[in-house]
């Protein structure tokens, strides 16, 4: 099986978002604003959540890859870039995750 990564699809997602008309899902998530892509991530990811609780391991796959779509088409909805996902991930490497959370700003 062909290898396909994140960065392969948000390439897509990208190409997609570019291209106008009827024949893409990704335009018509885009055309319907930032607020509907959000709604769309959070269905997909309830969705991922029961598969996983219900310990369903296929479902759960599939509903991960339905979740790592719309995360890009929602990012892309708000112009943001997954380089830019990726350096925030990385400059949480510098220290271990409980310190990190620690770290966050309190609201």
Avoid: W
């Avoid at 106008?20 to 309830?46: I, M, N, Q, W």
């Avoid at 892309?76 to 510098?94: I, N, P, W």
């Amino acid at each position: 099986m062909a290898r396909f990564t994140i960065h392969d699809l948000a390439a897509t997602v990208d190409a997609r978002a570019a291209s106008g008309g009827e024949g893409s899902y990704t335009r018509k998530l885009l055309d319907k604003g930032p607020e509907h892509c959000a709604k769309k991530f959070g269905e997909e990811a309830v969705e991922t959540v029961i598969a996983a609780v219900e310990n369903d391991r296929a479902h759960l796959i599939a509903e991960s890859a339905d979740v790592l779509f719309h995360l890009l088409v929602l990012l892309k909805s708000r112009g943001v870039r997954l380089d830019e996902v990726e350096a925030a991930l990385a400059q949480r490497t510098t220290m271990s995750g409980l310190e990190e959370k620690a770290s966050r700003k309190r609201d």
